[in-house]
């Protein structure tokens, strides 16, 4: 227990530097980009009010001050002046009273929208449950379905039908997601949607009643883009699970299983799938966060209302504190869940021991 605990601080304290890491990256990426933000914001403002616009964002600071800026912004744990206006702001708990400062607990600040002011961190908390729903859906989408045509790919090797899934699932991963959900969306959604009954672009929600001011939920929509986003690991799927039921298939307790007279069922269930599954589990666990940062183009092609079109709209729009919040957010997403991937391996398989 003790060695667990130890790993689990040595996985916090290497996830921070990672996110700190990830941050700085941001930062400077994003702020010694050409361009001016202010002209955004302040587009039709005359010299005085874009001189004020460049104070209230610090732009008129260095860069490293700005830096400095960010990352206190983004800590949970900071310092800042005590007044009504950082309270309004920050939303924050004073830990420490300095006089007319504090250090403070507080949720990551991730600043303004440019565009329409409100807190970058509400923007995305609102569009984070359809990312998750569609980065969800695909995952086990592709797992199901991967795991399946894996099994009869190994079972039917050097077969007419090994050789078509093999061969499906490399076009699978060659051909790129954009260029995959604008064909899904023409075929299914355009010229199949007599016989598919699909819409080509859509959201989770509907329209909201005019009485009860609730939205339907539209599942209708969420299969194409699903779909799409689930190709790539699907066919990836297919390969890992047919290789490694055919390396399973060849081993001496899979001959002695089928000497002893078991079914055919019992024979690839029980001792040959079991097996082979074991280092799938945690390659397709680690892929949440993969899928969240691959749905950003699929999102915007089906019009799918989460992080992915809001970044990229953002993106048009050059609305940088919603971009670099949202990059931020899939890299913490990343981190968080390859730690919870390390754990999961350590469990599933007794032989891997927990190292520092």
Same mark, same amino acid.
């Given at each position: 227990?003790?060695?667990?605990?130890?790993f689990?601080?040595?996985?916090l304290?290497?996830g921070?530097?990672v996110?700190?890491?990830?941050?700085?990256?941001?930062f400077?990426?994003?702020?010694?980009?050409?361009?001016?933000?202010?002209?955004?914001?302040?587009?039709?403002?005359?010299?005085?009010?874009?001189?004020?616009?460049?104070?209230?964002?610090?732009?008129?600071k260095?860069?490293?001050?700005?830096?400095?800026?960010?990352?206190?912004?983004?800590?949970?744990?900071?310092f800042?002046?005590?007044?009504?206006?950082?309270?309004?702001?920050?939303?924050?708990f004073?830990? $420490?009273?300095? #006089?007319? %400062?504090? !250090?403070? /607990?507080?949720?990551?600040? +991730?600043?303004?929208?440019?565009?329409?002011? =409100? *807190?970058?961190?509400?923007?995305?908390?609102?569009?984070?449950g359809?990312t998750?729903?569609?980065?969800?859906?695909?995952?086990?989408?592709?797992?199901?379905?991967?795991?399946?045509?894996?099994?009869?790919?190994?079972?039917?090797?050097?077969?007419?039908v090994?050789?078509?899934l093999?061969?499906?699932?490399?076009?699978?991963?060659?051909?790129?997601s954009?260029?995959?959900?604008?064909?899904?969306?023409?075929?299914?959604?355009?010229?199949?949607?007599?016989?598919?009954?699909?819409?080509?672009?859509?959201?989770?929600?509907?329209?909201?009643? $005019?009485?009860? #001011?609730? %939205?339907? !939920?539209? /599942?209708s929509?969420?299969? +194409?883009?699903?779909?799409t986003?689930?190709? =790539? *690991?699907?066919?990836?799927?297919?390969?890992?699970?047919?290789?490694?039921?055919?390396?399973?298939?060849?081993?001496?307790?899979?001959?002695?299983?089928?000497?002893?007279?078991?079914?055919?069922?019992?024979?690839?269930?029980?001792?040959?799938?079991?097996n082979?599954?074991?280092?799938?589990?945690?390659?397709?666990?680690?892929?949440?966060?993969?899928?969240?940062?691959?749905a950003?183009f699929?999102?915007?092609v089906?019009?799918?209302k989460?992080?992915?079109?809001?970044?990229?709209?953002?993106?048009?729009?050059?609305?940088?504190?919603?971009?670099m919040?949202a990059?931020?957010?899939?890299?913490? /997403?990343f981190?968080?869940?390859?730690?919870?991937?390390?754990?999961?391996?350590?469990?599933?398989?007794?032989?891997?021991?927990?190292?520092?």
């Amino acid at each position: 227990m003790a060695k667990f605990i130890k790993f689990l601080l040595y996985r916090l304290i290497k996830g921070i530097g990672v996110i700190l890491g990830i941050a700085v990256v941001i930062f400077f990426l994003f702020f010694t980009l050409p361009g001016d933000p202010v002209s955004v914001i302040n587009p039709k403002g005359d010299s005085l009010s874009r001189a004020n616009t460049i104070k209230e964002l610090g732009l008129d600071k260095p860069l490293l001050v700005q830096l400095g800026y960010y990352l206190n912004d983004l800590s949970p744990v900071s310092f800042h002046e005590n007044t009504p206006e950082m309270e309004s702001t920050y939303n924050y708990f004073v830990a $420490i009273p300095l #006089g007319g %400062s504090a !250090i403070l /607990i507080k949720y990551p600040y +991730l600043r303004r929208s440019y565009e329409n002011k =409100r *807190p970058v961190a509400e923007i995305l908390w609102q569009d984070l449950g359809g990312t998750l729903v569609l980065a969800i859906t695909s995952m086990v989408l592709a797992t199901l379905i991967g795991v399946f045509f894996g099994i009869i790919a190994a079972l039917r090797h050097n077969t007419w039908v090994d050789y078509s899934l093999v061969t499906i699932s490399i076009l699978g991963i060659s051909i790129p997601s954009f260029v995959m959900a604008i064909g899904i969306s023409l075929l299914f959604g355009h010229y199949l949607k007599d016989y598919t009954g699909l819409a080509m672009t859509g959201s989770l929600w509907g329209k909201a009643d $005019i009485f009860t #001011g609730r %939205s339907s !939920i539209m /599942i209708s929509n969420l299969i +194409l883009p699903a779909f799409t986003l689930a190709l =790539r *690991p699907l066919s990836i799927i297919v390969q890992l699970t047919r290789s490694s039921m055919l390396e399973v298939l060849s081993q001496d307790y899979i001959r002695t299983a089928k000497a002893k007279g078991l079914s055919f069922f019992m024979v690839i269930y029980k001792h040959a799938l079991r097996n082979a599954l074991n280092p799938l589990i945690t390659t397709v666990s680690g892929w949440l966060a993969s899928l969240m940062a691959g749905a950003f183009f699929i999102e915007y092609v089906f019009n799918w209302k989460g992080i992915g079109a809001t970044t990229i709209n953002a993106v048009g729009q050059k609305d940088l504190p919603i971009v670099m919040g949202a990059t931020l957010l899939i890299g913490v /997403i990343f981190v968080v869940v390859n730690a919870f991937v390390d754990i999961l391996y350590s469990v599933i398989d007794p032989r891997i021991q927990i190292e520092e």
